[in-house]
């Protein structure tokens, strides 16, 4: 019996022998993997590092088209902001008041036109080409008829050639029409 329990003891040694072995062998394996790999990722970001940084300047055509790009951008950027913003009013001062022969008669019209943007820059521009879009203005004041003109029709028709005129002018100008709207805000004809 004494031989059986050393035998015994023996083999539970030898066991305990094995299960620490095949554990030291697992902690070396696992620690081999995470050194592996810790090495492998740190080599992937060197290698990114230094591949990515030595990317070519861009060619003059490319700096040109980026460069068109963010122009572009930024105008439609301004445009959506003038287009969110309230509308501001610019009024033409003094009245426009011209004269025009109708029937054998010398009438005379006088009206003060008033224009809607939503820039400030646009009603900057209108003021500052003040004195072409005034003669423009008479010119096309003296030159309707006082029957067309007469009617709320005509009025309305006139109404679209100023601001087509004021528009012109602007666009001839600084680039762009601008100008939203033109409002008669006192017509008198005699």
Do not use: C, W
């Not at 009024?91 to 036109?113: E, I, Y």
């Amino acid at each position: 019996m004494a031989e059986e329990r050393k035998e015994d003891e023996l083999a539970e040694g030898a066991d305990e022998q094995k299960q620490a072995k095949g554990k030291s062998g697992l902690l070396k394996i696992i620690l081999i993997a995470v050194g592996a790999l810790a090495f492998l990722g740190v080599n992937a970001g060197i290698t990114v590092m230094l591949v990515g940084s030595k990317t070519p300047p861009p060619t003059p055509e490319e700096q040109v088209a980026a460069a068109e790009k963010k122009a572009e951008d930024d105008k439609k950027q301004s445009e959506t902001e003038a287009a969110n913003k309230g509308p501001i009013y610019f009024k033409f001062d003094p009245a426009f008041v011209v004269n025009f022969q109708a029937q054998d008669q010398v009438r005379f019209l006088q009206v003060t036109v008033e224009v809607m943007a939503r820039d400030e820059k646009v009603i900057a521009a209108v003021e500052q080409h003040t004195p072409v879009i005034r003669n423009n203005l008479i010119l096309l004041f003296s030159s309707q008829d006082f029957t067309t003109i007469s009617t709320r029709v005509g009025k309305e028709r006139i109404r679209a050639q100023v601001l087509a005129e004021i528009q012109k002018v602007l666009k001839e100008n600084i680039g762009r029409p601008g100008v939203e709207a033109v409002f008669f805000t006192s017509f008198v004809m005699q």
